[in-house]
């Protein structure tokens, strides 16, 4: 127990492991936690090891940064190399490797490649570059969707005609899907999204159980919102209940924010098709901009190559990222591929299941083997 | 950039109410609140903020909680903070 200590309320975080102890009883249960923050969480405070054997945490696909597949950092490349471009993303994106290097490589070649916190921020650089053209890469769920939707609202209002959006958006609910119907994994429930619900609420989630029989949880970032959310999970089961719940009530309704949504609608349509890293391709489960936003997609508006490109052989990040295999299973994992040099993406972000084992786990994992060998001759004894 | 920083709104901007200015951390800081319009944000109420937008209204504890969550992250918190510093959203506001 000696994580528990660390936590904001060790009397409780010990309560809540004794209850989900005796709940999961003799069985083995195998939840999986959708978003790359509950990930980092995990792993920063070792809650696999303070949860009993019987319930196992698998990775999920919910870092958008790790989902985005190599032939579209080669496309954001290309367009930042264009005569003219300044070429502004998130800082997350700026290291994630494409087959030819990555963004920062890029501009480290002459690309004007400026990483920005907000697409405010690349909206703003285009009004102070009237001559040259602005590109925002944009990436990430439903928790950034809205953002670049209200940025290219005022780009139109204001008539800024030097600005444009590289569109990689992605939804939350697909991959859930995709997931489920993945012959590879067997899980008994799902910690469902924490910030991204605070936008599309706990609706959507519903066909998990009404199609699926299993049960979800929207959980917060705490590790006591996880081990509370695994809990509920188990509490589910044992009641032979199935249901969506939400754990992380302080910040999630079940209507999520209606405007974050309107934006989104306004602004954006579903994809036919999108590849996801790892996942391959899966049907309407990214955005394009509409068609009376052309002027300002950058899909339409530059050459852009679409070729698309296989991962590494090595890399694994496809099995890391639908939960087939822990971050150390993989072959390269902490040998090639580390933080300084990432092979793939799941390396690269802070919430990629790989960085945060990488960060953390990894020395917990460490000590717990360490502990539970040197407990063995006193319990022995 | 997923991760959600917590701010308390310090001042709302004339003329403009979509915009409000936010200490976050110690920095000020200019975001966007338009998103919650069905309830505006007032003085000294706490949001969440995502890329330089307020995505929910949360309560102080929460806004602790979760600041104390990201310390904890280490680097990837203090890059979040630093682009939040250099952001300049205040400077499309203007005419």
Redesign the interface.
Known sequence: MKFVDEY?DPVAARALVRRITELAGDGHFKFMEVC??HT??IY??GIEHVLPESVELVHGPG???CVIPMGRVDDAISVAGQAGVIFTS???MMRVPGSQGNLLEAKARGADVR???????A??LA??NPDRQVVFFA???E??A??TA?TLL?ARADGVTNFSVFCNHVTIVPPIKAILESPDLRLDGFLGPG?VS??VGNRPYRFVPARYGKPLVTAG??PLDILAAVAMLLTQIHDGRCQVENQYT???RDEG????LA?IAQVFELRPHFEWRGLGFISQSALKLRPEFEPWDAEARFEIPGVRVADPKACQCGEVLKGVIKPWECKVFGTACTPQTPIGTCMVS??GACAAYYNFGRLHREAAVTLGRAAQPAAAG | MCLGIPGQVAELVAGNDHLAKVSVAGVRRIINVGLLEDEPPVVGDWVLIHVGFAMAKIDEEEAERAMEGLRLMGQAYTDEVEALRQSRIEEVASP
């Open positions: 904001r790359g923050g980092h969480t920063r405070h870092c958008p940064v998130f800082g997350d990483f920005v916190y907000s697409p405010l921020d909206l703003r009004r102070d990436v990430g769920f928790t950034t809205p953002s209200l005022k910030h605070t936008v970032f705490e302080r910040c999630v924010n209606p405007r974050a934006a802070s919430e």
